[in-house]
């Protein structure tokens, strides 16, 4: 069409022609492309399964489920071997435990402070100082608890405590990769819990103000019970990165596979066992090699569950409030 | 929906009225101040950890912030004149591996799901879905599957940096989806309107419209996704960033490799005090990276941020 | 400009001289001359019937107004006509619409191409974030039309709309520099820019202050010579002002779920709606009792 036509022009009806002038090949490989990309991702979850299937398989082919499901020893590298995979789930269960003695109220707190307290001002810079906490190094963790807080907790170990309790810990203990792993986890619950307490509607807030109730009334008797489905949601996410943590672990808890609750004890965990045991290179075909394969299965579908949950108790706050 | 929605106001007024009449309020000046102190003591702990973590290594690392650190290659003999120029090497691989892999893969899902997805199909809720877990899936996880998938099974890599670039790649995957499709949703609804009631196809609004709008949210996600993977241990442990490496990476698909983070590990694991104040030097290397990157991060946002 | 006269496919002569326009409304044809029509037009947001049965023809070189109380479905039934309802994944449309006797809904219509000749302005001025000139340069270029010099189009488009002597010394300047009546100018710059045959506009003025509405009132009677305009409007005094004909629709609730759905009460001349209403419904709305 040239500039001089006026426009006018264009609805002569014989010059109408409303069917695709081309049939735009190009546009329709390029959603193609892009549907394949988000399809990837699937095919990481479904290799991920693949990957651990069948060594897992091999593995009990080897050793009987009830060998593995029990708590008597675990020394899967010895002669003879022992695969009770117990020992190193409790190890696991005994840090995530001490993690979220101190994540939970700490990262609930936090969110409560960030979303009821917090001045727009304040705000603004506490979410980036969060961000990146969560962003540290889990092996800058692992070198803090090392050289930092266990050199702290030998030293000022309530020795007056009864019993085994009161034995100052190693250089190694659950206590003091539980403390650090439950600060690094302070950021991912308070910003979930966050989330699902912004996402109350400002009119609940303002009724409950409106009948003269303070400040932390508000927040604890009306925020956070409505929040309830996201703070549990961040708190399950807390405990699956807890159970899935292994820089923090492998360095400072040690590698003991002791039954144990106490915190004073060096304990071996699911990741750190995994790590431990493939770093360098590990003989394919070598019990060792599927007993980190079963291992790595227990985790995977522990975790997986968890964040199953996790992401059913936002959607309900999201369907609530949305 | 509503329903319950009209349940927890009840429920709170209810409850909020109890503690009016049953005079629970009068001692609630103090009550509320206690309480308020022990919220910012939360989030305090978290901030004063940060800085010690950042402090203790500083002090500790101090020592040997020097040029040895980046000249020389590790080594066990010379403890107080070891670097780790091949663990630089090795990350800096690493990360460029990373993004050239993981951009493109990242920003077209997002596309796809945030512009093109029908979400009430039973595949694109699976993907999303999918993409949710796994980003909270352990990354040593990664490690398993890039063992068994990309060193050795199908893709057969070997040791090689490629193969720590790809598994790290998997780990950030659902990170870079999430923030692009974020960037993607903030450019208002209206521009895509006006783009294509001009005759303008789906795909030539996005590439001309949308997507130049949110590159720096993009750019924003990929470097906080970089800055994720540039400190992730765990899986290249597994796939072998060796620990002990004196020579930089040959290339992407040769020759064995170590990086800063598998460094720093080795290092900390060690007794001898020598080590543990390289590894402490590693750390401040690594966070000083961090802290430029996320800073980086945070300028793009606050300088490019529309408000529509 | 536009005295070249075809026939129109449906066999209605237009055979109006070029000096029509010039006193529009005292030479207007009692029936439209068909660029377009809807046929028995249903539009439904899933289970929401939110327009029922309309049947319109809009006139060529003619401005139509659309107007009625809020949720009557105007805005609906605008966005049918060059398909934008496509991009709301649940709407459903029944019926057709014709433009010059072919359904815009049809099985082989590609709705890129109903786009290019049926232009939209929106309520809200959304220019891109891109200077003046791009935006002007944008749609030409997009789809591929054929310009032999992008500068002397963008000068011409910005004329059209009576934006040029505003602007011709920032055009690398971003569209948001401009103020809010400026950037709805800039936007119908942008949509005449490449060459449609209607322009539709979805209560252009209703962001802006009376200055800037009075300036794109005059610029829609001065584009009325070129173009077909279907205007929404809830101003009433605006549909009075400028249009040659208004349609005017209503809400009626359902009586089991209540939701409204949208219907077409009246359509006529403005002079008759205005003056002397067929409908009491309009008759309401006009003298203000109700809406």
């Known amino acids: 069409m040239s500039t001089a036509a006026p426009p006018t022009d264009r609805t002569r009806p014989d010059q109408i022609d409303l069917t695709a002038s081309s049939p735009r090949w190009g546009e329709k490989a390029i959603v193609g492309w892009l549907f394949l990309c988000a399809a990837f ?84 810079i506490l979410k980036p100082v969060l961000e990146v906490l969560e962003g540290v190094p889990t092996v800058a963790y692992g070198f803090f608890a090392l050289t930092f807080i266990t050199p702290i907790i030998r030293e000022l170990w309530p020795t007056f405590l009864p019993g085994a309790l009161g034995d100052p810990p190693g250089i190694f203990s659950a206590a003091s990769a539980g403390l650090v792993m439950g600060i690094m986890i302070i950021p991912t619950v308070a910003s979930v819990s966050q ?73 071996l965990t699911m990741t750190a066992f995994i790590a431990q045991a493939s770093t360098g290179d590990i003989a394919t075909g070598t019990i060792t090699y599927y007993t980190v394969f079963a291992v790595g299965s227990l985790l995977f579908v522990s975790t997986l569950v968890l964040n199953m949950i996790s992401i059913a108790l936002v959607r309900r706050y999201r369907e609530a409030y949305e | 929906m509503t329903s319950r929605r009209n349940q927890i ?100 899902a997002a596309i796809y799901l945030e512009e093109f997805a029908d979400r009430t199909k039973w595949y694109v809720r699976l993907i999303e879905l999918n993409i949710q877990n796994l980003a909270a899936v352990p990354s040593i996880v990664f490690g398993i599957l890039g063992l068994a998938f990309i060193v050795r099974g199908p893709l057969d890599l070997g040791f090689v940096v490629y193969a720590g670039s790809l598994t790290l790649s998997l780990l950030v995957l659902p990170t870079i989806i999430l923030t692009t499709r974020e960037a993607i949703r903030s ?72 990086s800063l983070p598998t460094q720093i590990f080795a290092w900390a694991t060690r007794p001898q005090e020598e080590f543990r104040i390289l590894a402490a030097a590693g750390i401040i290397v690594l966070m000083g990276v961090l802290i430029v990157m996320n800073s980086l991060a945070i300028w793009i946002r606050n300088k490019f941020t529309r408000t529509w | 400009m536009s005295a070249v006269t075809t026939p129109d496919p449906q066999g209605d002569i237009v055979s109006t001289p070029s000096t029509t326009h010039a006193d529009p409304r005292s030479g207007l044809p009692d029936a439209p001359s068909g660029v377009m029509e809807t046929v028995g037009l249903n539009v439904y947001y899933g289970g929401f019937h939110a327009v029922h049965d309309v049947d319109l023809a809009f006139g060529r070189n003619e401005i139509t107004a659309l107007i009625g109380p809020s949720g009557c479905g105007k805005s609906t039934v605008l966005r049918c006509l060059n398909r934008m309802n496509d991009l709301i994944p649940a709407a459903r449309v029944e019926g057709s619409v014709n433009y010059h006797g072919i359904d815009i809904y049809g099985p082989k219509v590609d709705p890129i191409e109903v786009r290019r000749r049926i232009g939209m302005v929106f309520q809200k001025p959304n220019p891109f974030p891109k200077s003046i000139y791009d935006n002007i340069a944008y749609g030409p270029r997009v789809i591929g039309m054929q ?49 449609p045959d209607v322009i539709l506009m979805d209560e252009p003025c209703s962001a802006l202050d009376p200055i800037a509405t009075s300036a794109i009132e005059d610029l829609m009677t001065d584009l009325r010579e070129d173009y077909t305009i279907i205007i929404v409007t809830h101003n009433m005094q605006q549909a009075a002002r400028v249009s040659d004909r208004t349609a005017f629709f209503t809400a009626r609730p359902d009586e089991t779920t209540g939701n409204r759905t949208g219907l077409l009460v009246e359509y006529d001349k403005t002079s008759q709606i205005f003056e002397n209403p067929r409908d009491q419904r309009t008759e309401d709305y006009i003298s203000g009792r109700f809406g």
């Open chain 1, 41 to 124: 991702s699937v095919l990481v979850t479904v290799g991920i399964v693949f990957a651990l299937v069948e060594p897992t398989l091999e593995f009990f082919s080897r050793v009987s489920l009830g060998e593995f499901f029990s708590f008597d020893e675990w020394a899967p590298t010895f002669q003879p071997p022992a695969f009770g995979v117990g020992r190193i789930v409790a190890g696991t269960l005994n840090v995530t435990f001490y993690a979220l003695l101190i994540a939970l109220p700490a990262g609930l707190g936090a969110a409560i402070y960030l979303s009821e307290y917090a001045s727009p001002r304040a705000k603004r």
């Open chain 1, 195 to 267: 989330d699902a307490m912004s996402a109350v509607p400002a009119s609940l807030r303002e009724a409950a103000y409106g009948i003269g109730s303070t400040r932390m009334q508000v927040a604890t008797k009306v925020v956070v019970p409505a929040a309830l489905s996201g703070i549990v949601a961040s708190f399950i996410l807390g405990i699956s990165r807890a159970v899935g943590e292994t820089m923090i672990v492998l360095i400072a808890a040690g590698a003991t596979p002791n039954l144990t609750l106490l915190p004073n004890e060096s304990v």
């Open chain 2, 9 to 108: 106001a009840t429920q709170a007024a209810r409850d909020v009225t109890l503690a009016q009449l049953d005079g629970s309020n009068r001692g609630g000046q103090w009550k509320g101040a206690v309480f308020k102190a022990v919220l910012v003591l939360c989030i305090t702990v978290a901030i004063v950890t940060l800085v010690a973590v950042v402090l203790q290594a500083f002090f500790t690392g101090l020592p040997r912030l020097d040029m040895n650190l980046i000249r020389n290659m590790p080594s066990s003999i010379d403890r107080s004149t070891s670097g780790m120029q091949s663990a630089i090497w090795g990350t800096v691989r690493l990360m460029v591996g990373v993004a050239v892999t993981v951009v493109p893969l990242g920003v077209s």
């Open chain 2, 187 to 258: 450019v208002p609804g209206s521009i895509r309107e006006a783009s294509m009631a001009l005759g303008a196809t789906k795909w030539k609004t996005i590439w001309k419209q949308v997507l130049p709008s949110s590159v720096p949210g993009i750019m924003t996600g990929t470097i906080l996704a970089l800055s994720r993977a540039i400190g992730e241990t765990a899986p290249l442990l597994l796939v072998g960033a060796t620990v002990f490496v004196t020579y930089n990476p040959d290339g992407f698909f040769e020759g064995a490799f170590t």
């Open chain 3, 147 to 195: 310009v032999d010099n992008m500068d002397d189009h963008v000068e011409r488009c910005l004329r059209q709309a009576a934006l040029w002597d505003e602007v011709k010394d920032k055009l690398k300047e971003s569209g948001y520099s401009l103020s809010g009546g400026q950037q709805q100018r800039l936007c119908i710059a942008r949509t005449i820019a490449t060459a």
